[in-house]
């Protein structure tokens, strides 16, 4: 495997996503802002348990958004030059979208990761949430998201839908999950599907459920994230052909 030439490439789109501060740092600023508002909000009516409830809910669905846009760029941006220049390199065409999909995740994966730390520094407390099984879950919802909507995006053909499909999966994301609402207070049918939500996973995670839910979002981000491989592997092919 040619190691060094893929740490190259990984390292550049790693970067290149990192300093693309105009897209991540506006939805750092909007999560941090929502969450400070509607976990007081928690507060007021809950008390500091509720206010913990929705915070960390709400550190998982910061990342959706920035994963699907940064998704849909990477796709939509996708040129004949610059994959030639890549495949130029002593690697191969999977190879090469690997390392595109894991710029797709860096941004939701910066903007989660910013947005947990500003909540520990803020209001709960670095230590209790700046762990290594937090990091893990971050990048495994991060991997999930974006693999999704890698192979979705793939799937339609005409691109400007790809709005529609942008706000159709952001809400059912953001909705259709735990992030708001305890699970024990849905109806059983309507439980059965925000359960199988990535952010819903992440969620009741980071609220203490480990070993029940961490598993089932590591068998999704390896699923999906596979889903977004072979479809976007299916596009490069076309633009070259």
Known sequence: MPLREILIVLGYEAKSSARRWELWLPFVLSSVVGMLMISRGYRSFGGDAAQQFFIRGWIPLSMVTAAMLSTVATITGLSVGSLRYWLSLPLSRTQVVSVKMFANLTMGLLVSTLTLLLAGVLIIGVAVLATLPNLILLILLSSAISGLMAGLTVAIKDLS?????TILLGGSLQ??????VPLQELHPVLKMLVIINPVTLASESLRGNYTTFLPILFAEAVVFYAFGLIQLSRRVGKILD
Not at 161 to 165: A, V
Not at 175 to 180: D, E, H, I
């Open 175 to 180: 909705y259709l999950s735990s992030v708001y």
């Open 161 to 165: 839908k790809l709005s529609l499909l």
